[in-house]
């Protein structure tokens, strides 16, 4: 549930004073939408180097604050937009509702699934809003899936592919192992997207592999996960990226009973025997606006959002387990409560 009581407004009156954590893509995309949007007003944006947030802050007109301790600090902000390396999230969400912040942070909640079941805990506690965005649940692909699935009768096996191939790997944080974290929970919309669709999990077995260049960085990594659901369905999470990788690719396989459905982001098909029918898949585009949209209606009317938190934290308590199946090498059971 999110934590606020969505059937009535709260007590947050429009404009919504909004800081953001963050200077990068995600950032910018939140940015845009609010500085043309009469419902909130940028306030205060904290960025890792000084030059980038300065820049950051003059194209929208926002004033840059020393660090994201000294924004949740701010008497003047009603919500806090966490968009920056997936290590600080949980302690910037838990440090802006400490002073009485409604917070939305991008997944994952946490790294870390005590400090996300804190965060989540102490939202509850101070009656604020912690939303975490999960953007793919919103989009086209998703959606599509969602819609076919009856078409295709009892499901029992379906693999999600997504690799991407990198000619020259950048020294990025997406690439450094204590700031992304364990690759499939810093990309823990890949297991969301199956919990979503199948919930409960009741085993995980998984395996990892890096190429490490120097302490903390890597220049390519692949996860293979294996999850076994309570209603029989075996699923198979497959994510790399990096410059061991020749190709590229992006597929979504659902095996039924009566039929399979195959997904790229672009389109889908259902195949029954001979027959073979093309699926229309919405837009990726606009994902950020809509969900910034879906935040300000449901801070200013109660209007509920399209994902809650009990299921953001399963998912991350799914992608740990695939975590320490790795570390370990054995398979993890799933306690579900």
């Known amino acids: 549930m999110t934590n606020i009581d969505t059937r009535s407004p709260c007590s947050v009156h429009a404009p919504i004073r909004v800081g953001i954590v963050g200077t990068g893509f995600a950032a910018k995309l939140r940015a845009e939408m609010l500085q043309t949007d009469a419902r909130a007003h940028l306030v205060t944006v904290?960025?890792?180097t000084p030059d980038k947030t300065e820049a950051f802050c003059e194209a929208f007109g926002a004033e840059a604050a020393v660090s994201w301790r000294k924004l949740v600090e701010r008497n003047d902000l009603d919500l806090v937009i966490v968009c920056t390396v997936n290590r600080d999230h949980g302690a910037i969400a838990i440090a802006a509702l400490e002073n009485d912040k409604h917070v939305v942070v991008e997944y994952p909640l946490s790294l870390d699934v005590s400090e996300g079941e804190r965060a989540i805990e102490?939202?509850?506690?101070?009656?604020?809003?912690?939303?975490?965005?999960?953007?793919?649940?919103?989009?086209?692909?998703?959606?599509?899936?969602?819609t076919s699935l009856p078409l295709i009768g009892k499901v029992f096996y379906t693999r999600y592919v997504t690799i991407t191939a990198q000619r020259s790997v950048p020294k990025r944080w997406t690439y450094q192992h204590s700031l992304f974290g364990f690759p499939l929970i810093g990309a823990i919309s890949r297991l969301h997207r199956f919990?979503?669709?199948?919930?409960?999990?009741?085993?995980?077995?998984?395996?990892?592999?890096?190429?490490?260049?120097?302490?903390?960085?890597?220049?390519?990594?692949?996860?293979?996960?294996?999850?076994?659901?309570?209603?029989?369905?075996?699923?198979e999470a497959v994510y790399g990226k990096g410059e061991t990788f020749s190709q590229s690719e992006n597929v979504f396989t659902i095996?039924?009973?009566?039929?399979?459905?195959?997904?790229?982001?672009?389109?889908?098909?259902?195949?029954?025997?001979?027959?073979?029918?093309?699926?229309?898949?919405?837009?990726?585009r606009g994902l950020f606006a809509k969900d910034t949209d879906m935040v300000l209606e449901c801070l200013l009317n109660g209007t509920p959002l399209y994902v809650n938190n009990a299921s953001s934290l399963y998912a991350l308590k799914v992608a740990d387990a695939a975590r320490r199946s790795s570390e370990t090498r054995q398979n993890v059971a799933v306690i579900n409560s």
């Open 255 to 284: 095996y039924g009973e009566e039929g399979t459905l195959v997904f790229t982001p672009e389109s889908g098909e259902l195949i029954q025997g001979e027959n073979r029918q093309k699926i229309e898949v919405g837009t990726r």
């Open 122 to 146: 102490l939202a509850t506690q101070k009656q604020k809003l912690l939303h975490i965005e999960h953007i793919e649940l919103l989009g086209g692909l998703h959606q599509a899936i969602k």
């Open 46 to 48: 904290a960025g890792h």
């Open 195 to 235: 919990t979503d669709l199948f919930g409960e999990v009741t085993s995980v077995n998984c395996q990892t592999q890096f190429w490490d260049t120097q302490p903390d960085f890597y220049k390519a990594c692949l996860c293979n996960a294996q999850l076994r659901f309570a209603n029989g369905v075996l699923a």
